[in-house]
């Protein structure tokens, strides 16, 4: 390693150790300063400009900082930024509040630590909801991960509404099937029997012995079903199995890169039914959620971090456009 | 045996399932239920064979002192950590009073997955955002109407789906504001295009299972 | 129990650091951490899969003296062993028997859920009542009708486009790179709110800067 770098490595240490021990905490950016922050970037992406227009392109490494610096610093500043509901995300909370006192919720929790900071925060925000409402849930999933995050999110649930702790009795208002390999097989083989596929829930109880479960068998028996999926097995396979085949009213969560396509499975078919009642797509999607719930936490703490971060690629691809159009009027 | 049996299998296990959807009735789902179950089990098969294969290798590298060994050695040590630690807890929490499940909150297999497994996999997978900014500012060009096409439609989803786009366009009335036509891109002009791909993808899928089951696709056995 | 606590979260942001270290270049602390990941991958799923599947959903039934079926997933644990033969190359040929129990069994579920969910459901979608609702629906339905037949007609690669054919492609075409605009946008959303979480992580969870 060339000493610059070990240098620039120490460097990095010391300044993580200075923050750690030395900073003020939490950091919060006064408006004038944020302002200064605002107005900095813009000079940056001037600068930027500029060279691109030069002909002399930046390098990575400098995209790479602007990216880093663009998603860090909103995280100190204090604009709020005003959260507009989808029509998706209203079609899955109107889906809930219709659902009565006692209802079942089948929550399928597939996704994996990695989509996390998208999914995690609707899921949380959705068990609160549940709990705080009444409703039932019987928690699995189809990827490994997700029991565990299913967790995190009862977790959150008890920690934000600390009265739920004592109202809410595992086994009585809530159960965690644990997870099953065999992706959509598992999802067919819950069609007909929920116990064939789970016998013992993640704490190895049996299936009958779980007062929720009583007389819970398939689908036929729940009374909604909400997946929260980063990829495959997620909301595909469960409308093309528990809605499509066994008529179970569905509502997902997805990763954005997922959302685009689980849009045609919303619209009405000759039935007069939607495979898909709603959708909330990425973060943006979560923090509606969240606003709906009356839960304001991460994911719309997260948007104007996001909302920067949108900013900063499309300035990059406007500058890159334009250097090359430049460019071929040149050679014209 | 080695080419006849398989397909054989390919063809029972297929038309069960076919068979199946159209009379779910015994013995037919009963087909399908047992299949089901056996493809759970398997499912576990297939992912130790993965993980005993990726043992396999990272042996042979040290053996045989190939590049990257020091690294085979750290994978395996990972490896027999988590595995240890893993069994230890499912074993520990089956005999517990109360039973406890090997993943709660508390066990160390719940403290490697909080504070090794679940930074690296998120992290590996954070870095994308910034190759994304990056190739979009080299590569992403509006070099015909296509390509046009695809941009102004990243445009307008990227800054409607996120409130800065109807603040930059607040002087407009609600119905002409950014989220508005983010919303009626996804749900009409993405809609046609992914539906036009989920039917093409479907009828392609249909004539694939075809002859798979049929035994007319064999690329699955591998060679003799 | 504390100390434990602490030091998870010092070790989570080392090995957080580590992998970023990967966007200035291919580095020994990347290359640490990457096979940490990778064994402790591999060692995660094993686990699981042992616990979830191979104890649950085997040994939990075929020890029940009461399930009258317990005989039936031992069919499943025999082809699951033949698939571990593929490890050793002399008898690595067993493999192929659950491996078509596998492909047989996707391909037969895929034929019809594919084929109802993803083109019946999704066509009788799209051939709507052209004259219903209001105009903001009637536009919608009816751009939704041309755009997925065009898109569609451009699929069918064994007529020349050409001609009229040729125009309803190229429509086609126009709808499918919407499509993938589209998809860039909320890709390049889902890839940004992965590094948010992670860095609210280090200066939230671990430095403890963001409010």
Redesign the interface.
């Given at each position: 390693m060339k000493v610059k770098e070990l240098l620039a490595a120490v460097i990095i240490v010391l300044f993580f150790l200075l923050c750690y021990f030395f900073s003020p905490k939490p950091v919060q950016f006064s408006p004038t300063v944020s302002v200064v922050v605002i107005i900095l970037l813009s000079l940056a992406f001037v600068y930027v400009f500029i060279r691109t227009f030069q002909g002399k392109f930046i390098g990575r490494r400098t995209v790479f900082v602007f990216v880093g610096v663009s998603l860090l610093l909103p995280f100190f500043m204090q604009f709020s930024l005003p959260v507009l509901i989808s029509p998706e995300v209203r079609s899955v909370y109107d889906a809930l509040e219709e659902l009565p006192p006692g209802s079942k919720v089948l929550a399928s929790f597939d996704y994996d630590p990695a989509s996390a900071p998208e999914l995690q925060p609707m899921a949380d925000a959705f068990m609160k909801y549940a709990f705080e409402h009444g409703l039932k849930v019987i928690i699995m999933g189809l990827w490994p991960q997700g029991p565990q995050q299913a967790d995190q999110s009862v977790q959150a649930a008890f920690a934000e509404n600390p009265g739920l702790r004592d109202s809410i009795k595992y086994g009585r208002d809530y159960v965690n099937l644990g997870f099953q390999a065999g992706n959509e097989f598992v999802i067919l083989r819950m069609g007909e029997s929920f116990k064939a596929m789970f016998p013992t829930d993640l704490y190895n109880t049996p299936y009958d012995s779980i007062p929720l479960l009583k007389n819970v068998s398939n689908f036929s028996n729940v009374d909604f079903g909400m997946n929260f999926s980063a990829g495959k097995p997620g909301t595909v396979e469960w409308v093309q199995i528990a809605s499509d085949r066994y008529k179970l009213p569905m509502g997902a969560g997805n990763t954005a890169v997922q959302a685009p396509m689980a849009y045609p499975y919303m619209k009405k078919g000759e039935s007069g039914r939607k495979q898909l009642i709603g959708l909330l797509g990425g973060m943006a999607g979560g923090a509606e959620f969240e606003k709906l719930t009356k839960k304001q936490a991460k994911a719309t703490t997260y948007l104007l971090s996001q909302s920067f971060a949108h900013m900063v690629v499309i300035m990059f691809i406007i500058i890159g456009n334009v250097a090359f159009f430049r460019e071929k009027k040149e050679k014209e | 045996m080695?080419?006849e049996?398989?397909?054989t299998?390919?063809?029972?296990?297929?038309?069960?399932?076919?068979i199946a959807?159209f009379i779910p009735h015994p013995p037919f789902?009963r087909f399908?239920?047992?299949?089901?179950?056996?493809?759970?089990?398997?499912?576990?098969?297939?992912?130790?064979?993965?993980?005993?294969?990726?043992?396999?290798i990272s042996f042979i590298k040290i053996i045989r002192k190939k590049s990257?060994w020091l690294?085979?050695i750290?994978?395996?040590?990972?490896?027999?950590?988590?595995?240890f630690f893993?069994?230890y807890e499912?074993y520990r929490?089956?005999h517990a009073d109360?039973?406890?499940?090997?993943?709660?909150?508390g066990t160390s297999?719940?403290?490697?997955?909080?504070?090794?497994?679940?930074?690296?996999?998120?992290?590996?997978?954070?870095?994308?955002?910034?190759f994304?900014?990056?190739a979009?500012?080299?590569a992403?060009?509006?070099?015909n109407?296509?390509?046009t096409?695809?941009?102004?439609?990243?445009?307008?989803?990227?800054?409607g789906?996120?409130?800065?786009g109807?603040?930059i366009t607040g002087w407009l009335p609600m119905e002409y504001q950014m989220?508005q036509w983010a919303?009626?891109?996804?749900?009409?002009?993405?809609?046609?295009?992914?539906?036009?791909?989920?039917?093409?993808?479907?009828?392609g899928?249909?004539s694939?299972?075809?002859r798979?089951?049929l035994g007319l696709e064999r690329a699955?056995?591998?060679g003799d | 129990m504390e100390f434990w606590h602490v030091f998870g979260i010092w070790f989570a942001a080392a090995l957080t650091i580590g992998i970023i270290s990967f966007l200035y270049r291919d580095n020994v602390l990347y290359k640490i951490c990457e096979a940490i990941f990778v064994g402790t991958s591999a060692g995660y799923w094993f686990i699981v899969f042992f616990w979830d599947n191979l104890y649950k959903k085997f040994y939990v039934q075929v020890s029940d003296p009461t399930n009258p079926e317990r005989y039936v997933p031992w069919v499943g644990f025999v082809l699951g062993v033949l698939m571990l033969t593929r490890l050793f190359s002399k008898i690595g040929w067993m493999s192929r028997w659950p491996m078509a129990f596998i492909v047989g069994a996707v391909a037969g579920l895929y034929m019809m859920i594919y084929f109802v969910s993803n083109a019946m459901v999704q066509v009788s979608s799209t051939i709507m009542p052209v004259f219903i609702g209001s105009w903001s629906e009637i536009i919608a339905n009816t751009t939704i009708a041309i755009g997925t037949f065009c898109g569609l007609v451009y699929f069918f690669f064994s007529k020349e486009h050409r001609g009229a054919f040729g125009g309803a492609a190229r429509i086609g075409i126009w709808f499918l790179m919407i499509t993938f605009g589209a998809s860039f946008g909320y890709t390049v959303m889902s890839r940004m709110s992965l590094m948010i979480g992670r860095l609210d992580f280090l200066f939230g969870t671990w430095l403890g800067m963001i409010p």
């Open positions: - | 080695k080419r049996l398989p397909l299998i390919a063809f029972i296990a297929g038309i069960a399932f076919i959807y789902n399908e239920n047992w299949f089901s179950d056996w493809f759970a089990i398997i499912a576990a098969f297939a992912i130790w064979l993965g993980a005993l294969n990726l043992m396999k990257d690294h085979a750290l994978i395996i040590i990972s490896f027999v950590i988590i595995l893993g069994f499912g929490g089956l109360p039973p406890f499940s090997f993943r709660d909150p297999f719940d403290w490697i997955y909080v504070n090794v497994y679940t930074p690296l996999s998120a992290t590996m997978f954070a870095l994308l955002a910034f994304v900014a990056s979009s500012y080299r992403f060009r509006a070099r109407l296509e390509a096409l695809l941009l102004l439609a990243a445009f307008f989803v990227m800054l789906r996120v409130p800065v109807d603040i989220s919303s009626w891109i996804m749900n009409v002009l993405n809609t046609a295009g992914q539906r036009a791909i989920m039917i093409g993808i479907a009828l899928l249909v694939t299972s075809l798979i089951i699955y056995m591998g | -």
